[in-house]
Each structure stands twice: as C-alpha cells, then as structure tokens.
C-alpha cells in the first residue's frame, strides 16, 4: 500500500524567500516520487520527478526535491521565491513499473503556497 | 504535441440528474485516467484504461458512475444520478507507453468542474 502525507496545507513565503514544501511518503515497494503543481482552473503540471536514479532531482521553475529513503520524505524546495510561484502544489507516489501494476499515483492532499511581497 | 483535452470546462446540474464528462488523450498514450479532485483535497483515482480495457476501477462508484473508451482512444465519464457530493473536478491524464521513451510521466487535461446542486 502506498500513501503520501504533506505537511502543513498552506504555506506563505516573502518573495525572495526560501520555499520548503514537505512531503513523506509510505511504500511497500521502491517508489516513484513526483511533485505537481496546479494554478487556478487548470489541471496539473509536473514539476519534477524522482524515478530510482539521482536522489537529487532538479525540475522546472528553480524547483529541486531530494529523496530521503532513511526519513521517506521528497521535500520540494526553492531558493528564492517568486510570485508567479503561487499555486497549488502536490506530492504524488506511485509504484516503480518494475514491481508490477500499473503506475497509479497516490497524491497527498495538497499544499497552498502564497508569495507575499 | 498537443496536449489532452476536455470538455466541458464546467458544469452546473441538479442532484439525480446525469452528466457525462469527454476526455481525448494525447495522440498515442495507451493509458488513460480519470481522476475526481474535491475541493481541499489532492486527486484521486476513479478508473484508469490500457487501451480500451479496464485495469483499475476498484474506486469508482459503480453504482453511479460508468465510464468507456471504446476504441482505444477518447473517453466519456459518466454519472447518473448525480449526488450533491460529486461535485468537484474531474481530471483526465494519459501516459505513453511504457519503454517508448517516456520516463512514465502522467500529462494532465484542464480538468471538468462539476457543481451538483
């Protein structure tokens, strides 16, 4: 089974600021990680992903996420904010395709990032 | 390449009425989803096709709620009768197929807003 806790479901930042945006994640299988970010009345934007190689993932946007097996977190950073960055932003698992299944995500339930100025 | 589309954009019905929901994935993709995002919370998985056959829909209502893709390619989503806590949005996503390049990479449609009232 495969569940994902984001922590805190709004965050606001200072643009300029640092952005932290948690997420930990639970798998009884090796986990792909995936962080998607969503804007009013649109659907969803893959921001980045992890997928077994680098631990490190760099995505779009200034975005980075590290996968931490030891603490199973896939935190979502960014260094400095911006405005435009204010969104919704989710953290999804899904099983590797090596274990079998079909890649269903499991999203957690959501963070809604502000940038005040 | 273009991306998935939907329709419609919104929808506003009655509670016992039926609606249906229309989804053309990206040109190519073999796997097609449907999920049902409520206000507040992250998406989740109603029904999810490899082809035109059903590979999970352990969380659609089924009841209520059916939903095809005939030849492979469109689908439709549809509920009847409607109840007033389905109103949310209703997000389509496709993925190419495994091994063709892709790194298994859901690409998400608009979205349809549901209003049960």
């Known amino acids: 089974a495969q569940s994902v806790t984001q922590l805190g479901s709004h965050v606001s930042v200072s643009e300029g600021a640092l952005v932290l945006l948690r997420c930990n994640y639970s798998s009884s299988v090796p986990p792909y990680l995936f962080w998607y970010v969503q804007y009013p009345n649109q659907g969803l934007q893959l921001l980045l992903k992890y997928t077994s190689a680098a631990t490190l993932v760099k995505g779009i946007n200034g975005f980075e996420a590290e996968f931490k097996k030891s603490e199973t977190s896939f935190h979502l950073t960014k260094p400095s904010a911006h405005m435009s960055d204010a969104a919704e932003y989710f953290c999804a698992v899904s099983a590797s395709p090596f274990s079998g299944g079909y890649n269903k995500l499991i999203f957690g339930a959501g963070t809604r990032l502000a940038v005040h100025p | 390449e273009a991306g998935v589309a939907q329709s419609p954009r919104y929808k506003i019905i009655e509670k016992r009425q039926s609606v249906a929901f229309w989804c053309n994935p990206i040109?190519?993709?073999?796997?097609l989803y449907w999920y049902q995002q409520i206000l507040g919370q992250g998406p989740k998985l109603l029904i999810q096709f490899q082809n035109n056959g059903v590979v999970d829909d352990s969380q659609l209502p089924k009841d209520r709620f059916s939903a095809e893709r005939l030849k492979g390619v469109d689908s439709t989503l549809k509920i009847q009768p409607a109840k007033l806590e389905d109103s949310a949005v209703y997000l389509c996503?496709?993925?190419?197929?495994?091994?063709?390049?892709?790194?298994?990479?859901?690409?998400f449609g608009p979205g349809t807003r549901l209003t049960v009232t």
């Open positions: 996503a496709s993925r190419p197929t495994p091994g063709a390049g892709k790194n298994y990479e859901q690409y």
């Open positions: 040109s190519g993709h073999a796997t």
